[in-house]
């Protein structure tokens, strides 16, 4: 790995720490090449502080250690990406990252209408809302529409029109998400028994 740290005065270059699982951003922090190296050979994450004037292993004093997965430099050879399994909470505050925010697996787009989902079963009118409407219904109806929706998939599957498979395959998407919030889970507790599952 070549890296270039002639751009800085001090001969620190930027390393951002990524969690391998989540990819969420962590923290940034400052390395030399004896940072990186005692990285390596440690496989704990390393920096040189600033502040402190000395190199520091993260989790030194409170055991929030970042456990090293890969090092990759960027295009101009002259920042850091890090990817590490987190020991504990990354920031000093005692928080995820250093940025307040909680390091969860997130999926975009699913993510966001698990909130929405989430929030009219909360907040919303049973007579304005869909979901909040199945939701006054009970689980017997909401588990009826997720095999409903399962059935149209596998008759659509069978078809030749890909509108129609895709467009029921959201229809089942959708109410799966709305039966597991019925149930107390999200998308993230069966992810985790499909990695139980992996080993």
């Not at 005065?9 to 922090?29: F, H, S, W, Y």
């Not at 505050?93 to 909680?102: S, V």
């Amino acid at each position: 790995m070549k890296i270039d740290f002639t751009k800085n005065t001090d001969n620190l270059i930027p390393a951002i720490i990524q969690d391998n699982e989540t990819k969420n951003v962590l923290m940034l922090g400052y390395m030399n090449q004896e940072a990186i190296d005692k990285t390596l050979e440690t496989k704990k994450v390393t920096f040189f502080s600033r502040s402190k004037n000395r190199y520091w292993t993260k989790g030194e004093e409170s055991g929030n250690f970042l456990e090293l997965i890969s090092i990759k430099n960027d295009c101009d050879n002259d920042t850091l990406l890090i990817q590490v399994n987190p020991v504990g909470p990354t920031c000093h505050t005692g928080l995820d990252t250093c940025w307040q925010d909680d390091n969860n697996q997130e999926y975009g787009f699913i993510s966001k209408l698990e909130k929405t989902i989430k929030e009219r079963k909360e907040n919303a009118d049973a007579e304005t809302s869909y979901v909040a409407s199945l939701f006054a219904k009970g689980i017997n109806k909401i588990a009826q529409k997720v095999g409903e929706e399962a059935v149209e998939v596998v008759i659509e599957a069978k078809d030749n029109n890909d509108d129609l498979f895709l467009s029921e395959s959201a229809d089942l998407l959708f109410h799966y998400l709305i039966l597991l919030q019925a149930k107390g889970f999200q998308l993230n507790d069966v992810v985790e028994v499909l990695k139980g599952r992996e080993k």
